[in-house]
Antibody
């Protein structure tokens, strides 16, 4: 049974870094057929796919252009988890953040983390 | 980036009636289109992929079709648990993109 469990702070100050972690059980972050994603949802931006990482003999990461200069997605094989870092946040980055499994569509989601950017 | 446009924004339907939701892609995406259902406080749930293939455990009252860059999700007879927001998502090109959603509400 595959489960994704998110952790990280629910509030971040403007200009600081948003950091979230997604722990995987029932699958491997270095799977050769899965991809591991960060997706966010807000009333103003809807559902937005931020980026993904996956392993196919080597590691690949892809980011959406709107956050490409500020985002980093890393994997930690020793802990079987992956993480999101979003730098220089503004109130526009306030959203529910989801980690998710899927290369094309998402079949498993984390529980979601509401992150509020506010001083 | 491929833009997905859903219509209508809100659909008011009585239980037992049929609902048809539309999604248009800004360019060709072949049949690389999925539909999700989202209820308040929950993550989206995959309903359909490949434009018309139901995901595991999805009831037969949900069906999908395509015509060029126009896609339709049909719920043949709405049950109480079907009132929710529905999103389409293309996976033909990176970045993967969602439509803005159609809320199906009780009439």
């Amino acid at each position: 049974q595959i489960q994704l469990h998110q952790s990280g702070p629910g509030q971040v100050k403007p200009s600081q870094t948003l950091s979230l972690t997604c722990a995987i059980s029932g699958d491997s972050v270095s799977s050769n057929i899965a991809a591991w994603n960060w997706i966010r949802q807000s009333p103003s931006r809807g559902l937005e796919w931020l980026g993904r990482t996956y392993y196919r003999s080597k590691w690949y990461t892809e980011y959406v252009s709107s956050v490409k200069s500020r985002i980093n997605i890393n994997s930690d094989t020793s802990k079987n988890q992956f993480s999101l870092q979003l730098n220089s946040v503004t109130p526009e980055d306030t959203a529910v953040y989801y980690c998710a499994r899927g290369l094309a569509t998402v079949d498993y989601w984390g529980q979601g983390t509401l992150v509020t950017v506010s001083s | 980036e491929i833009v997905m446009t859903q219509s209508p924004a809100t659909l008011s339907v009585s239980p037992g009636e049929r609902a048809s939701l539309s999604c248009r892609a800004s360019q060709s995406i072949s049949n690389n289109l999925a539909w999700y259902q989202q209820k308040p406080g929950q993550a989206p749930r995959l309903l359909i992929y490949g434009a018309s293939t139901r995901a595991t455990g999805i009831p037969a009252r949900f069906s999908g079709s395509e015509s060029g860059t126009e896609f339709t999700l049909t719920i043949s007879s709405l049950q109480s648990e079907d009132f929710a927001v529905y999103y389409c998502q293309q996976y033909n090109n990176w970045p993967l993109t969602f439509g803005q959603g159609t809320k199906v509400e009780i009439k």
